[in-house]
Each structure stands twice: as structure tokens, then as C-alpha cells.
């Protein structure tokens, strides 16, 4: 009974312990409650006057690096804003009671970007907020131009502390017209002489022994060349043959495309006309993978909207095709080369306006001289022992880009290239010959496809 005694006289003497600081900390400390001011907004770097109802003997301010204070009377105090921020501002009276607490937000000048704004942008619809030490810019703007501009002007008064919720009024899409034109012209020449001789017990030639012993032996030769000429005779056992060949071949070929792409200001198009060659990739546990290079007319570009009708194009042009003249060997496959022509620039000029990226010019010239030693040297007879190979390859490109302000439209206003396109009916197509017939544009989507349409199967 004793040691119960004790035990609990313990358990409470730890307890009592264990309260005590509590309750003097709630003695000693008190809260001490005020009425809370309105915000007091203070532009930086300007002072704001405030008077007190009640007279004051003491004031501070919870942070010195947003905002400064002092007194001009017992009634008066100066604010000096000094950074963007909050603080609190605080009221004691003589007898020490907690008069209030102010909430000071040190905010931009907007007043006067708000005045800069409408000198250096008149017109715009540009409203000036402040929020959380920051300046949000909302509104519509006429261009991309005068946004980037108020920016600008916005981070010399908040610095990064700037939102911008402005749009952009106007068209913002741009159709860009490309018309793609290549000329490419070959003229090759070939002027070859053989000599050769046959008898009874050996061979000789010089030159083309393939195709002068088969003349001597059968009067006739097989050559690629599309002119050729030549003679034979008989010298006791021994029969002789002359042959002259030339070859003289042009061409000329014309690549065009004219492709037409919209785009939203600031976003990229592309367009291929041309198609996909597939290239065998050898990996690094020897398996072979196939990846596949673009080729054709290509074009990529990044239309900007600037100032009204002002576009700022960053423009990529190409044309490639496939080399059948070069291959290479990769993994077990022939692989051709690629020719290709490309073109980088950036432009500025208005709606409609057009510019030419032209002088894109190649020129390939080969002469060969084969002839045998000595004998090719001969005047006049040593013709028949020269072989002469002249190849000649022009190309010119010419790239004409023109920019358009659009905006959309009805599907109605629009015409395909098959509306004014009829299927043919029996008679048409077995009577007359007609394996299509034409109409007005829109006709095929306004036909009811009553009466003789089509064919019959039975």
C-alpha cells in the first residue's frame, strides 16, 4: 500500500512537471488582434502619404528591402516602395496596445508603362494588370510585331515577372505558292575506228575485235551506236576489215510542281512529291534493317505574320532523284546514289508578293581520248585506232515562292479537279467512243444518278 502511495505521488509529480511550462507560456504570451487595413498599394520607387484616425508612438515594417518608412507626425507616416513584394506595416500606441496592421504591396509603375504603352502602340486594345509582383498583359494586339513590342516594353518595368494573354487579331494563316522548274539537257558524242584481219590458222585486231571479226565472218555487225560503217576484203589468205562507229545522242527532260500549302503563323509545312528508296541498314549483331530515304521536290517552311500583311518566311527547298550512274554495295545489296539540290533562306515581303531562287545552274562536261600507242598517232590512218567519248549534262533549277493571307471558306466555293468529270453512259462509251464526258464545275456532285448511268453486268 505504501509503495502505491508512492508510485502515484511520482506519476503526478511528473505530470505536474510536464504542464507547467505550458501553462506559463499561455500566461506569459498573448496574440495581440487589431483591425486589419485594406491593402495599401505602393508603385515602386514612389512614396505614398497615409494618416492615422487614432495618434501613434511607434511603427515598423516587417521587411526594410520592400519597403521604407517614416514619420512626419504622430498622425503621418511615409512609404517609400523600394522591390516588388508584401510586407506588413504595424501601429503601436503609447500605451503599447496594437493599433493595426497595414498590408503593403509594393507593385510596377504600371501608371507609367500604361502611358509608354499608349505612346509607342497607339490604338491597341492592351489592358495592364498587376498580380503577385508582376504586370499581366491581356487584350488584342493587330500583329505579331506590336505584341513582341509591349513585351518588351512590360520586362523593362517587371523584368521576367511578365504574363502575356494577349492575341493576335487578323489573318495568322498563310498559303505559300511554290512553282518548281527543272530543265535538264544531255548531248553526247562517240566517234570510234577498228581495224582487224583474220586467216586460216590465227587471229589479229586492233580496236574493236568483237565487232570487226563479225562483219569479216558473217558481213554484218551488232554496236550500239546508231551509225556505223564499214569494209572488208581479201588478201590472198588473209582477210581484212575496217569499222567506224559514231554515236551522237540528246535528251532533254523537264520536272515541274507546283504545290500550294496553308499554315498557321509561327507553325512548319512540309510537302514531298516524289516517293521513299529503301536503304539496308547492317546492325551491330549483324541484322539487317531497312530505312527508307525521301526523294522528289520537297519543301518545308515557317511562315510569320509580322506587321499586317508583312510575312517572314523561312523557306527549304529541294530536289532530289536517284543516281543510277554511281552504286555502292551495302550488306549484300547495290545501293544508288542520290543527286540532290537544296536551297536555304529567309525572306520578308508582303501578301502576294513573290521572289525566285534561280542560278541553281550545273554543268558536267567529260572528254575521253582512247587510242592505241603509237599507232593513234598516225596521221590520218591513226583514226582507226582512236576512239573519241564527248558527254555534255546541263540542269538549271528555278524556285518561285509567293506568300498569301488566307483565311477559310465554304466547302461549296471549292472545285475539284473531277467535278467537271461525267462517267459515260453505253452509248457513249461503245457508240462514240466517249470514255468520259464534261460538264460545269459541281455538276458530278449535283447528279442524281437517274436514268442510263454506268454498265450493266448480267
Known amino acids: 500500500m505504501k509503495l502505491r502511495s508512492i508510485f502515484l505521488a511520482g506519476v503526478m509529480g511528473v505530470t505536474a512537471v510536464a504542464v507547467t511550462p505550458d501553462v506559463l507560456l499561455a500566461q506569459s504570451l498573448k496574440i495581440m488582434n487589431a483591425p486589419q487595413a485594406d491593402t495599401l498599394e505602393v508603385p515602386m520607387n514612389r512614396a505614398v502619404v497615409v494618416e492615422s484616425d ?8 516587417a521587411n526594410p528591402g520592400i519597403a521604407d518608412i517614416s514619420t512626419l507626425s504622430d498622425r503621418t507616416v511615409y512609404i517609400l516602395g523600394k522591390a516588388p513584394g508584401r510586407t506588413t506595416l504595424t501601429l503601436l500606441g503609447a500605451d503599447g496596445r496594437l493599433i493595426m496592421n497595414v498590408d503593403v504591396a509594393v507593385t510596377p509603375d504600371v501608371q507609367e508603362f500604361k502611358e509608354r504603352l499608349r505612346q509607342i502602340l497607339p490604338g491597341e486594345q492592351i489592358e495592364v494588370r498587376t498580380a503577385n509582383d508582376g504586370i499581366v498583359l491581356s487584350g488584342t494586339v493587330s500583329s505579331i510585331a506590336r505584341l513582341d513590342r509591349a513585351l518588351d516594353l512590360a520586362r523593362r518595368y517587371a523584368g521576367d515577372r511578365v504574363s502575356n494573354l494577349m492575341t493576335v487579331g487578323g489573318t495568322q494563316q498563310v498559303m505559300l505558292k511554290v512553282r518548281f522548274a527543272e530543265m535538264q539537257r544531255s548531248v553526247s558524242k562517240q566517234l570510234s575506228g577498228s581495224i582487224g584481219f583474220i586467216d586460216t590458222d590465227a587471229i589479229g585486231a586492233a580496236g574493236n575485235i ?6 569479216i565472218n558473217n558481213r554484218s555487225f551488232v554496236t550500239e551506236a546508231t ?25 532533254m527532260v523537264r520536272t515541274l510542281a507546283e504545290p500550294n500549302l496553308t499554315a498557321l503563323s509561327g507553325q512548319e509545312a512540309s510537302f514531298l512529291a516524289g516517293g521513299e528508296y529503301p536503304i539496308p541498314v547492317v546492325g551491330d549483331e549483324g541484322s539487317i534493317s531497312i530505312e527508307y530515304k525521301p526523294f522528289g521536290v520537297q519543301l518545308g517552311f515557317i511562315p510569320r505574320v509580322v506587321d499586317g500583311d508583312v510575312i517572314n518566311l523561312a523557306i527549304t527547298a529541294a530536289v532530289s532523284g536517284i543516281d543510277t550512274t554511281l552504286t555502292v554495295q551495302n550488306a549484300g545489296f547495290s545501293v544508288n546514289a542520290f543527286k540532290r539540290r537544296e536551297a536555304q533562306t529567309t525572306v520578308e515581303m508582303r501578301d502576294g508578293e513573290s521572289f525566285a531562287i534561280a542560278g541553281l545552274l550545273q554543268d558536267d562536261f567529260t572528254d575521253i581520248n582512247g587510242q592505241v600507242p603509237w599507232l593513234g598517232d598516225i596521221p590520218v590512218l591513226g583514226a582507226l585506232f582512236r576512239s573519241a567519248d564527248y558527254q555534255r549534262a546541263q540542269s538549271e533549277l528555278v524556285i518561285i515562292v509567293t506568300p498569301h493571307l488566307v483565311t477559310p471558306t465554304r466547302g461549296e466555293a471549292l472545285a475539284l479537279p473531277t467535278d467537271r468529270v461525267r462517267l459515260p453512259t453505253e452509248a457513249d462509251l461503245f457508240l462514240r467512243g466517249k470514255t468520259y464526258s464534261t460538264g460545269p464545275a459541281g455538276e458530278v456532285a449535283r447528279q442524281d444518278f437517274t436514268g442510263s448511268y454506268g454498265y450493266v453486268m448480267e
Open 54 to 61: 487614432v495618434p501613434f508612438a511607434e511603427l515598423s515594417i
Open 210 to 215: 568483237d565487232a570487226v571479226n563479225s562483219f
Open 227 to 251: 551509225g556505223a560503217m564499214g569494209i572488208g576484203f581479201n588478201a590472198g589468205g588473209v582477210e581484212f576489215g575496217v569499222l567506224l562507229e559514231a554515236l551522237e545522242s540528246k535528251g
